[in-house]
């Protein structure tokens, strides 16, 4: 699986919009660009993930450079509650195996 | 629809001893995978079972083992504790190699004195 780089940390005021970037310069046609986030004393959960365009839900948004070697994860109104460390992961699609590789991820801190 | 849920929560060993973590996996899911993430790190790979079949393993010794059930539940086993062994071990679950987003459980915190 390709690596991704993301800041270490990040600050955000409360119901303020979010971007959380992430360079994936080495990309490849078949990778599924995947976001988690992990709470404190809690496993990763699952945000959102895509290929090309960009994708929408309930939890956030996520925007897909053009050239597929950056993308943002977009946390529309951020609380107090989305205070976790956020993780960019690529997943080859026509892989035999599933397994995530987790870098260091970005500590989103949110302030009231 | 239940989530995964792992157990114990919390435990301690002794070095050169043997641990069983379990690890319930998500109504409809077949895969499990184990994850070892040590403080301030990102959760590391340690194996996937599919079908109670090992489905691939990242750079972990062979005291690392495992073990799916027809229910899809799974455990890890971990032989000849090192100090280093200490971490959150994370169990996650998805209905099918490769598909989709994977379902994390909370974890069994695990420290070896």
């Known amino acids: 699986d390709a690596k991704t780089t993301q800041p270490n940390s990040m600050e955000s005021n409360e119901e303020e919009p979010v971007h959380l970037p992430c360079n994936h310069s080495?990309?490849?046609?078949?990778?599924?660009i995947h976001w988690y986030r992990q709470l404190p004393s809690q496993g990763p959960e699952y945000v959102i993930h895509?290929?090309?365009s960009n994708v929408n839900n309930r939890m956030a948004s996520l925007a897909i450079a053009e050239d597929r070697k950056s993308s943002t994860l977009i946390l529309h109104r951020a609380t107090l509650r989305d205070a976790a460390v956020y993780y960019c992961?690529?997943?080859?699609?026509?892989?035999?195996?599933?397994?995530?590789?987790f870098g260091k991820g970005t500590k989103l801190s949110v302030k009231p | 629809e239940t989530g995964v849920t792992q157990s114990p929560t919390h435990l301690i060993k002794t070095r050169g001893q043997q641990v069983t973590l379990r690890c319930s996996s998500q109504?409809?899911?077949?895969?499990v995978s184990w994850y070892q993430q040590a403080l301030g790190q990102g959760p590391q790979f340690i194996f996937q079972?599919?079908?109670?079949?090992?489905?691939g393993r990242g750079n972990f010794p062979p005291r690392f083992s495992g073990l799916q059930f027809p229910n899809y539940s799974s455990e890890l086993n971990v032989n000849a504790l090192e100090l280093d062994d200490s971490a959150l071990y994370l169990c996650?679950?998805?209905?099918?190699?490769?598909?989709?987003?994977?379902?994390f459980g909370s974890g069994t915190r695990l420290t070896v004195v």
């Open positions: 996650a679950s998805s209905p099918g190699v490769g598909a989709g987003g994977y379902t």
């Open positions: 080495t990309i490849s046609g078949t990778d599924y």
């Open positions: 895509g290929l090309t």
């Open positions: 992961i690529l997943r080859d699609v026509g892989g035999s195996q599933g397994n995530l590789i």
């Open positions: 109504s409809g899911h077949n895969t």
């Open positions: 079972y599919y079908r109670e079949e090992e489905n």
